[in-house]
Structure formats: C-alpha cells, structure tokens
C-alpha cells in the first residue's frame, strides 16, 4: 500500500515584496512613484510641499494649499537590473547523508521592462476652508519573474502582487497658518506566487505550487501642515491595510511516493501592509528657492511571517521577519522663471529585509537616490513636469534555507546560496490642469 506524505510546512518561499519589491521602489514591497513632482526632488518634500494634486496621496491637508479645481496625471518608467549568481545553492536528498548542487540559470532580468506606474489625483476647492479630493494608485506591488531553470526555483519563479487604491480625501483650514486632512483607502489586492517544488528523486522533473488570491479591504490616512512663512512643516500618518487573501493552492508535479500531495484547493491567507509615518519640513515658502527634507517610518515588523491556510492542509509558514525601518531625503528646487522650475534631490532608503530573511522574491537592498526634474506652465491651465532618478541598489548576499515536506521521511531542506546586485533608472512624466 502507498502512503502519501503530507506536506507539513511551507512548500513556498513566500516573499512578498509590488516595489514592487524590486531595486526601483521603496524598501520591502511599497511603491513610492506616486508623483512626478516629487520623483525629481526625490521624495523630500512629500508631507509639506502641497503643490501639486498628488499631495492627496503624500497629506491631504496640503490640498488647502491648491486653489480651484486641480487634476493630475502621473506615469512612471522603471528600468530595473537585477542579477542572481549562484554562489553554492543544493538541496539534500532523503536518506542520504549529501546534498548535491541545484543547477540551472540565473533566471535573468525577472523584471519586466518597463514597469510602469501610473496615478491619478484630482481635487476641488469647495469653500475657502473646505477641500475635497480623490486619488487613485497602486502603493504596493511586486512583480517578478525568472525563467523556468532559474538556480533559486525552488526559492522562487514568480511573485506577482498588484495593488489598486482608491483615495477619496478632505482637508479644512482651521486657519491661515493650520490645516488638517484625512482619507479613507480602498485597496484591491491581487496576488499570484509560484516556485518549483523538489521531488525526492532529483532526477525527476520538479513539481510546481502555485497560489493565487485577493480582497478587498479599508485603510485610513490623516496629516496636518503649519505654516510660519518662510516655513511649512507637514506630517503624516497612513494606516496598515490588513487584507485576507481568498484564493486557491495547486501543488502539481509530484511523482512516487509524493504524488498523493498533488492537490488543487481553496486557500487563505492573511497579509498586513506597514504603517507609514512621514515628517517633512519646506524652507523658502515665499522666495524662489525652496528646500525640502523628509524622514519617513515604516512599520514592517508587522509583516513578520506569510501564513497560507489551504483547505484541508496543514498551514504553510514561511517566515519573513521584516524590521522596521526609516528613510531620509534632502532635495531643493529653483523657479528659473514665472514658468520653469527645476529640482533635484537625494534619499537613502533602507531595506526592511534582514541577511538571514533575504529572499529571491525580493532582491532587496538599502537604496540611495539622485534625482532631478523640472516644470514647465505651458499656459494658465496646463503644466507639465518630467525627472529623472537613478537609483544604486546596495549589493546583498542570500542564503536561505526551505524545508519541504518537513516532519516527514521525505524532508528535503533546499538552500539557496546567491548574490543579489541591481539598479535602477527612473523616467517620470506628468501633466496638471488647474481651474
């Protein structure tokens, strides 16, 4: 008689990241291309420079800031190059006291190119202490995809999150120099992972699971701004957005004594994005020059571990163990005339992912920016802005180890052994409309 062997642990490395956790975003997997605007000033006037509609996104109490009806569009190229190279990955074999080398490919470039990022903000003065406003966008994501004889498959093939945010906002000026803001974030999320399974005969054709799932759920974000010409300070809260993933677990490919575990089956799985506290301060409120700073704090240590419950399974765990981190920017801009302005700016960015956590799904580094853009009023109703940022990715080890089918004489521990090194280019464009 033949006796099936039950997976009892994460049969996948479930490392979500959609910066979109690639070299070109934000730490972990927030996407913080939001604004054309601040892309050129790299993200260093975000709570305090209200200047554009984007500012519902970033604090809507800087829509205070914006007279009559304003609209914008943003769109954002990433170009991302991120490299595997296999320095020792192998997997053992049951029953046998060696483990031998995984070999294959280094799965090449696994993102798309380009990814691009689009939003959309529009807001309208209602009284001269009333503003309303709504933006859509998606501020976290991942999409990455190696080829299929990728070294790290067992690692990871594809990891796909999207997100779809839908921002509808207030603001109101208690006085001249105070207002207050606050939103209500729908989020859609959709998410699709997928890695190699190892069967116990390393001379068969691995097996492949593949999750799949999405929710809709609520967030909420609030801010303020002071101004005392010639400072504004801003600050800005936005909420964790806890989602419980619907979906389904197909674990496919098994063959001998495994083939038992071959199953397609409802799953869930609960995901929390981070908390985010940003503080910006803007000097040159009333001259020409303006100089920006931005620290921001993100709450990762909520993402401490990816819980997947298939029906009729034993749960799959796979740790993740994110810290919390922070990030730190520095940018100024220049009004060359009554309709140009240029900017530029730096940030340093650190990754919520520790060595011993380090995954393929998330090529993640700590992160520093140069950026520079400009503006240009094509007439009383319609601007348009273009940056450029280029963004060094610190270069990270990874070694990592998965058991599968752990507590069972068919455990097989998979480690993967590799050096993750990338960059980033950014090219972002946009046109406003005020009336």
């Known amino acids: 008689m033949t006796h099936s062997l039950r997976p009892a642990s994460s049969a996948l490395g479930l490392g979500i990241a959609l910066g979109l956790a690639a070299p070109a975003h934000a730490g972990g997997f927030y996407i913080q291309e939001q604004s054309t605007t601040e892309a050129g000033r790299a993200y260093s006037g975000e709570a305090a420079a209200a200047d554009t509609p984007a500012t519902i996104f970033f604090n809507p109490a800087g829509m205070t800031e914006l007279e009559g009806i304003q609209i914008e569009g943003n769109a954002q190229a990433l170009f991302v190059d991120a490299r595997q190279s296999n320095t020792g990955t192998s997997r053992s074999v049951p029953g046998l006291p060696v483990t031998l080398p995984v070999t294959g490919s280094d799965g090449g470039n696994p993102f798309a190119q380009p990814l691009v990022v689009p939003s959309l903000y529009a807001s309208a003065q209602v009284t001269d202490r009333l503003w309303v406003g709504l933006g859509v966008n998606s501020p976290f994501g991942v999409v990455v995809d190696y080829d299929e004889d990728f070294f790290g498959r067992y690692d990871s093939v594809t990891s796909d999150l999207f997100t779809l945010n839908v921002q509808p906002s207030i603001a109101y000026k208690l006085s001249d120099n105070f207002s207050v803001g606050a939103g209500i974030d729908v989020q859609y999320i959709d998410v699709e992972l997928a890695n190699a399974v190892p069967n116990l005969d390393p001379a068969d054709p691995d097996g492949a699971l593949r999750i799949t799932g999405d929710d809709i759920s609520v967030g909420w974000n609030a801010g303020f701004i002071a101004t005392f010409d010639p400072v504004r300070i801003g600050a800005h809260y936005r909420s964790a957005v806890k989602h419980d993933l619907d979906g389904e677990f197909d674990l496919s490919g098994l063959t001998g004594l495994l083939a038992g575990n071959n199953v397609t089956t409802p799953a869930v799985a609960p995901l929390s994005t981070p908390d985010i506290a940003t503080v910006s301060v803007m000097f040159g409120t009333d001259t020409p020059w303006r100089v920006y700073g931005t620290w921001r704090w993100y709450n990762w240590s909520n993402f401490d571990e990816i819980l997947v419950e298939p029906e ?111 960059n980033a280019d950014i090219l972002a464009f946009s046109v406003g409309a005020r009336f």
């Open 312 to 422: 009729g399974l034993e749960p799959q765990v796979n740790e993740q163990f994110y810290r919390d981190t922070y990030s730190m920017a520095l940018g100024a801009e220049y009004d060359v005339d009554e309709r140009l302005t240029l900017r530029a700016g730096t940030m340093f960015d650190e990754s919520p992912i520790t060595d011993e956590y380090r995954t393929t799904r998330v090529p993640d580094g700590d992160r520093t920016w140069l950026s520079v853009g400009a503006s240009y009023d094509i007439n009383d109703t319609f601007t348009a802005s273009l940056a450029y940022a280029h963004v060094f990715v610190k270069s990270e080890p990874i070694d990592r180890t998965d058991t599968f089918f752990k507590g069972t004489p068919a455990a097989v521990d998979a480690r993967i052994r590799s050096d993750s090194s990338g």
